[in-house]
């Protein structure tokens, strides 16, 4: 059976660590029929618009991309390709597996951290309803919706259902938006209701922060809405080594996006030295997602084994091994 997939390398070193994962899931067996959808700044701008028509009628055609990271301007220029993607498939869900990468020295390696978090995806301020009032006066829309905050939830219960996760654990503002993450609250509160062998609980978020720093292993499932979401699995990445260390996903109901969550780097493209560790890690989630699981996990399995022998990992987590080695490395595992 083939599988028919959007491969959207990016800009950066988007295309390096594109290549080097495809490599990768091309070495697991499993058929893909890759079809690539080129898309970086250049293009963009060309377009006019941040998803140019020929990537919306790929990812229609095979409702599963695989996406290497795409430049933002900062403070101005076209938008997020990142939201505008979210937005156009409802992609409701973010999902970030953060996870101890064994023989990669941090912080906290004398503890074994294993969380999930689930983030809304498609409202919030991510909204961008903005608006100049008066000159240097701005006001920004935060839009929490019963609809969007029930299905975040539902996802991440029924991933804790089908994992064997044990906990959940809101996260909020509640204490000061109490109409906007006061509704959040009691969306997760009545999926939790419904799920009464899971242990639920809810954290403010600058306790979460700070929970997350001093005892990250009591984590399991985080369960916030789009800000919040964004904010805090980038800090949980930072305790396993990075956000070149951990898989992304979007999921909605007809369509997937897997992706590398880290920027483009430019000032290292073309070096040969990019890490394609993240790629490599969303790659296996799509393979989860396609109902390919022993092949999902023999890669998984690869990329650990490389950083638990320590001989073949990339400068910036320490190594001395080029992208196109890191991944012969990882090939090399799988076989």
Same mark, same amino acid.
């Given at each position: 059976m083939s599988h028919k997939v959007t491969l959207i390398p990016g800009d950066g070193i988007g295309p390096e660590v594109a290549a080097a994962a495809r490599r990768a899931v091309d070495a697991t067996g499993v058929r893909i029929d890759w079809e690539v959808a080129e898309l970086n700044a250049d293009l963009i701008v060309k377009a006019g618009v941040s998803l140019p028509p020929h990537v919306i009628e790929s990812l229609e055609r095979t409702h599963v991309g695989l996406k290497g990271p795409v430049t933002t301007p900062v403070g101005g220029g076209y938008t997020s390709v990142n939201v505008a993607l979210r937005k156009r498939l409802d992609l409701f869900a973010n999902v970030r597996p953060v996870r101890s990468m064994p023989g990669l020295g941090t912080r906290f390696d004398d503890v074994k951290i294993d969380m999930v978090i689930f983030r809304e995806n498609t409202e919030d301020l991510y909204s961008g309803l903005e608006h100049e009032v008066v000159k240097d006066v701005v006001t920004s829309l935060k839009v929490i919706t019963r609809v969007a905050s029930i299905n975040i939830a539902e996802y991440a219960f029924a991933y804790a259902e089908k994992a064997g996760r044990k906990k959940v654990v809101a996260i909020h503002k509640a204490n000061i938006m109490k109409l906007s993450?006061?509704?959040?609250?009691?969306?997760?509160?009545? *999926?939790?209701?419904?799920? /009464?062998?899971?242990?639920?609980?809810? +954290?403010?978020?600058?306790?979460?922060?700070?929970? +997350? *720093?001093?005892?990250?292993?009591?984590? $399991?499932? =985080? +369960?916030? /809405?789009? =800000?919040?979401?964004?904010?805090?699995? $980038? =800090?949980?990445?930072?305790?396993?080594?990075? =956000?070149?260390? *951990? /898989?992304?996903?979007?999921?909605?109901?007809? $369509?997937?996006?897997?992706?590398?969550?880290?920027?483009?780097? /430019?000032?290292?493209?073309?070096?040969?030295?990019?890490?394609?560790?993240?790629?490599?890690l969303s790659s296996a989630l799509m393979l989860f997602h396609l109902k390919e699981p022993e092949a999902a996990a023999r890669l998984q399995h690869a990329v650990e084994k490389v950083y638990a022998g320590g001989k073949h990992t990339t400068p910036d987590v320490g190594g001395k091994a080029g992208t196109a080695e890191f991944t012969d490395a990882v090939i090399a595992a799988m076989s």
């Open positions: 993450d006061g509704l959040f609250l009691r969306c997760c509160r009545e *999926v939790a209701a419904r799920h /009464p062998h899971i242990e639920y609980k809810e +954290l403010i978020v600058d306790n979460a922060a700070m929970q +997350l *720093v001093v005892r990250p292993e009591t984590f $399991d499932i =985080l +369960l916030l /809405p789009n =800000l919040y979401g964004d904010i805090v699995s $980038d =800090l949980a990445a930072g305790l396993v080594g990075g =956000l070149g260390m *951990v /898989p992304g996903a979007n999921m909605g109901e007809k $369509d997937a996006v897997f992706e590398a969550v880290h920027g483009s780097a /430019p000032d290292i493209a073309g070096k040969g030295i990019a890490n394609p560790t993240a790629m490599m």
